[in-house]
């Protein structure tokens, strides 16, 4: 077995060919949607990042490290993923046009937040 700390998969993107897609086998269309070309979309690849480090680290728990991932990783973000009104949702092969935008955003209030890289000033 890889010594503790060794990646198994080298990126994301080896752990979703490899493994993930045959881990999930769905089929696609109206209940579940899925885009080949994932890593095009910040959501999907944030959430498929997030799989891979938790499945990296809790594949060296040989008690209970797959029951956790899928309870409390690969299941809960698979489902936001293959939901049709996930962020695949309008993905119809084109990622050029993707007809929907970001979340709208207003800028908060000056001194709301502080750069969280800086120590706290305030001793709060």
């Keep these: 077995m890889d010594g503790e700390g060794e990646l198994f998969y080298p990126h994301v ?4 060919e490899d493994r993930l ?3 999930y086998c769905r089929r696609i269309g109206q209940q579940f ?3 080949p070309e994932w890593y095009r979309h910040a959501e999907a690849l944030s959430r498929l990042d997030s799989i891979w480090r ?3 680290h809790l ?3 040989p008690a209970t490290g797959m029951s956790v991932w899928w309870r409390d990783h690969a299941d809960p973000h698979m ?3 293959l939901d049709p009104d996930g962020p695949f949702a309008a993905c119809r092969g084109s990622h050029s046009d993707y007809p929907i935008p970001p979340l709208p955003v207003q800028e ?3 001194g709301l937040f502080f750069d969280q890289r800086q120590p706290n000033l305030r001793g709060v």
């Design 13 to 16: 993107a080896a752990f979703v």
């Design 21 to 23: 897609v045959y881990l």
């Design 33 to 35: 949607v899925w885009c």
């Design 54 to 56: 938790a499945w990296e």
């Design 59 to 61: 594949r060296l728990d």
């Design 79 to 81: 489902m936001a993923l």
């Design 108 to 110: 908060p209030p000056a």
